[in-house]
């Protein structure tokens, strides 16, 4: 068995991966970037649609060319990138971490690093995490899968198609699915509002004259060995009034029901998991509970923008780097979640070298404020012109904020949104 | 003028904010736009008002091994009228590697002044 040492194992090179590579790499660090896949890039090179880069690079890029810029300065670098390399499994609770992998050119490799981030990113929710009824024909895919046979495969998996969910992948394929001759005959939300950007209802169902049913639910799936129609079923006050159902004809569903962090190798290894992410719990440094191991992007907590996975990735890898040096904060802060905030990300704050905080609301309201209360009281307000769940928020906490604050050792942050 | 029903409403698209935007008219013919929190709701109103135009991605076939389709993109909005000539026109070529990202790939669609580029690089191995 082939054996390397690195001071850094980065695992996943998709949007997250790569930017924290970027990063250590600029630090005097040897750094080695794993990746299953045999390109680098991960989901990105499937999201061909544009929309992606405005903060990162300051321009409107497609997902591919997101990536392809990410790349060349991973490759302008001295990380040292395996690719067609999975992780199957971490051990890391000693001080040197190792991770075995395999590979068809190395076979079983051994990779042993003082620290590791994950980045292995999230998956989809299919029809088992909605519990839909109906038989179990050919013709329901995922939207991302979808997306990466109609995208990169080349092939078109059906002519006349029903979604679920309202979210941006749903949304975008509604307009793909156009674009390569196909019918889209409804988008089908559970929620009363939609889960996906405003702009994309417009370009993407309002353009093509999609109709979006808010507040509906398919209840039944029909078909033998291909999927025949679907029943849709509208929510009175969130129950069922089947009395009102109507079918729709379909050879095709599309589910975008949501992203689930791909964490199966984390457990493994030991680090706590958040119930309200399916991601780590991290602390300031997006350190995970096992010493050296970090966690960013959406294997963490899944994000809205590539953009933002690219920046919080940075940040690890900075933190990362920190670790390698022994330089630790010399205390922390509870953050707390409070009234209409789902989750928040880090949950803890270094109080010498606060940083940003990633968090979603669990309400929908115009001129809505951000309140920042340290053990009670208010320390921080922030007007938010905008919030709903599925669009994430984030806050900027400034050393000039945290002067005049008395933190004791057990203070706690509180935000919450009103 | 507040007075006046608008002649459109729309959201627009520039930005994640996706204002909801009321047209106005004059007696003079002249645009108004109400609604907006920034100045490129305007742009957009008008735009979208007298010529709508999108930013088109797809793709098209490519001869190489590992990849079968080569993404592509508009380098500008087309207008809308000629988004599914300029789909139909990417889905019947084939390009030979290898392919810069951003090579122009049709240039000066239906005298549009919009290119159609690559959004990949496909080198020669492939």
């Known amino acids: ?15 997250g991966g790569l930017a924290a590579a970027v990063e250590v790499s600029k630090h005097d660090t040897s750094c080695a970037l794993v990746e299953r896949e045999s390109h680098l890039g991960g989901i990105l090179v499937q ?15 497609t997902g591919p060319e997101f990536a392809d810029r990410q790349v060349q300065q991973v490759l302008a670098s001295n990380v040292d990138v395996y690719t067609d390399t999975t992780v199957t499994q971490l051990d890391a609770d000693g001080d040197l971490k190792e991770a075995y992998c395999f590979s068809p050119a190395y076979g079983v490799l051994k990779i042993t690093a003082h620290a590791v981030i994950l980045a292995m990113g999230c998956r989809e929710r299919n029809r088992g995490n909605i519990r839909t009824p109906g038989t179990r024909p050919a013709g329901v895919y995922t939207a991302g899968l979808a997306q990466r046979l109609v995208n990169i495969e080349g092939y078109i998996p059906g002519k006349d198609v029903v979604i ?46 999609i109709p979006l049913y808010l507040s509906h639910v398919v209840s039944r799936i029909e078909g033998k060995d291909r999927i025949e129609k679907v029943r849709v079923c509208p929510l009175a006050n969130g129950i069922p009034d089947e009395d009102n159902s109507f079918d729709i004809p379909c050879d095709t569903l599309l589910l975008s029901v949501g992203l689930v962090p791909e964490n199966e190798l984390s457990k493994e290894a030991g680090v706590q998991i958040n119930p309200q992410t399916n991601g780590a719990l991290v602390d300031a440094t997006m350190m ?18 590539a953009d933002w996975v690219a920046e919080e990735a940075r940040r690890t890898g900075r933190y990362a780097v920190a670790y390698l040096r022994d330089e630790r904060p010399k205390r922390q802060i509870r953050i707390k979640a409070g009234a209409n905030v789902r989750y928040i990300n880090p949950t803890m704050l270094d109080p010498d070298n606060p940083d940003k905080l990633y968090f979603r609301s669990l309400i929908v309201k115009n001129q809505a404020k951000l309140h920042l209360k340290l053990d009670h009281n208010p320390v921080k307000e922030v007007k938010i012109s905008h919030v709903q769940p599925s669009e994430m928020l984030h806050v900027k906490v400034k050393p000039k904020d945290v002067a005049s604050w008395n933190i004791m050792k057990d203070s706690v942050l509180e935000v919450s949104v009103e | 003028m507040s007075r006046q029903e608008p002649i459109q409403e729309m959201i627009c698209i520039s930005c994640p904010l996706g204002c909801h ?10 645009l108004s736009v109400t609604g907006n929190k920034c100045a490129r709701g305007i742009v957009y109103a008008e735009e979208e008002f007298y010529a709508p135009k999108r930013i088109v991605t797809c793709t098209c076939r490519a001869e190489s091994r590992i990849l079968p389709r080569l993404p592509v993109r508009t380098n500008a909005s087309l207008p809308k009228e000629h988004i599914n000539d300029l789909i139909k026109a990417a889905y019947a070529m ?4 290898p392919v810069a ?5 049709i240039e000066d669609f239906k005298g549009t002044g919009v290119n159609l580029i690559a959004s990949m690089s496909l080198g020669d191995g492939h």
């Open chain 2, 21 to 30: 935007l009321s047209l106005y008219k004059n007696d003079k013919d002249e």
């Open chain 2, 94 to 97: 084939t390009v030979k590697p």
């Open chain 1, 47 to 61: 999201c061909i649609h544009n929309g992606f880069g405005l903060e990162e690079f300051k321009e409107e890029l």
């Open chain 1, 288 to 305: 995970t509970s096992v010493d050296g191991v970090f966690s960013c992007g959406n294997v963490l907590h899944v994000h809205d923008l």
């Open chain 1, 164 to 209: 679920v969910g309202s979210g941006d992948i749903g949304l975008i394929m509604a307009r793909r699915m156009t674009w390569v001759g196909a019918k889209v005959h409804a988008v089908i939300e559970i929620q009363p509002y939609p889960s996906g950007l405003t702009r994309n209802i417009v370009q993407c169902l309002n353009d093509f004259d």
């Open chain 1, 1 to 15: 068995m082939k054996e390397l040492h690195y001071d850094v194992l980065i695992i996943g090179a998709g949007a």
């Open chain 2, 101 to 105: 990202c951003g090579q122009v790939l």
